[in-house]
Nanobody, 115 residues
């Protein structure tokens, strides 16, 4: 049974930082591209960043230079370091496995940027 469990979300002020983690199990994580998506209220889910099995990363234009995706295959975990957070970054963040078609989703973690 494949599980993706996100953690690290919370409330942060504009300009602050958070680090999201997504621990996976039941899958050979190192084989797969993993990604972070987010969904704000009333908006469609959008890709934030993805990282291939080889460690190549891509980012949405809106987060380039502020967010960093990384992975630790030994820990079966993918991370999202978020710096210089803005109000518009408020959303539920989801990790995923599989590209271009997502095979597995996590349950999501809320990130709220507010003063």
């Amino acid at each position: 049974q494949v599980q993706l469990v996100e953690s690290g979300g919370g409330l942060v002020q504009p300009g602050g930082s958070l680090r999201l983690s997504c621990a996976t199990s039941g899958i050979t994580f190192s084989f797969y591209t993993s990604a972070w998506y987010r969904q704000a209220p009333g908006k469609q889910r959008e890709l934030v960043a993805k990282i291939t099995s080889g460690g190549s990363a891509n980012y949405a234009d809106s987060v380039k230079g502020r967010f960093t995706i990384s992975r630790d295959n030994a820990k079966n975990t993918v991370y999202l370091q978020m710096n210089s957070l803005k109000l518009d970054d408020t959303a539920v963040y989801y990790c995923s496995i599989g590209w271009p078609i997502v095979t597995y989703w996590g349950q999501g973690t809320q990130v709220t940027v507010s003063s």
